[in-house]
């Protein structure tokens, strides 16, 4: 059996510093793509922790901070965005991101597939969307390794610094992977 290189887990109040400085370290890999990341504040980060656990106390967002399994490191972040339960609609989007330290180790591509099954086994949804802009050639691969289906362009998806933005939409049904490898 093999080590476990990351474990997965919800934020904690203490992962603010640890959250700031992956992000500080990463500005120029991150951008153009996560355009929140330039002239990010400790304050922002405190800001967004915080909201996060009242995301998830609503069941809207569920974010998890990924963690070396050797060293307690903090890695990046996993999270499924606008949870849907409807009767009719249960799905959410999934989004990730990976400190540059850390990148090209397939660590994003391993979170991807864990946040997906957790959202089939934990949370019962039947659909997980990811979006990239089709200039993201790395992000673009992580979802194509990880086995996620594309769907296609969707037109004027996002507004993105001010403009229109294209994405390609690749998607997880439970029946596209076997969810239990990826179980706690």
């Not at 700031?20 to 990010?40: M, T």
């Not at 998890?64 to 972040?77: L, N, T, V």
């Not at 397939?106 to 990239?132: D, H, N, P, Q």
Request: proline share 3%; charged share 30%; net charge neutral.
């Amino acid at each position: 059996m093999l080590k476990q290189k990351v474990y997965f887990r919800p934020y904690k109040l203490n992962d603010i510093e640890s959250r700031f400085e992956a992000i500080k370290e990463s500005e120029d890999y991150l951008l153009p793509w996560i355009p929140w990341a330039k002239g990010y504040t400790l304050e922002a980060c405190k800001s967004w922790v915080q909201g996060a656990h009242e995301a998830w106390e609503n069941g809207k967002d569920y974010c998890f901070a990924i963690i070396d399994a050797a060293s307690e490191e903090y890695i990046g972040e996993v999270k499924l965005l606008n949870v849907h339960r409807a009767y009719f609609e249960s799905k959410a989007a999934v989004g990730y991101w990976v400190r540059k330290s850390y990148a090209g180790k397939g660590i994003a591509v391993e979170a991807l597939k864990w946040m997906t099954a957790y959202a089939f086994r934990e949370l019962g949804l039947y659909r997980v969307e990811i979006m990239i802009m089709p200039e993201n050639e790395k992000s673009l691969r992580v979802a194509r390794k990880a086995g996620a289906k594309e769907e296609g362009c969707l037109r004027n998806q996002w507004i993105f610094n001010g403009q229109p933005q294209d994405v390609v939409l690749f998607s997880f049904i439970p029946s596209d992977f076997n969810s239990d490898k990826y179980g706690e």
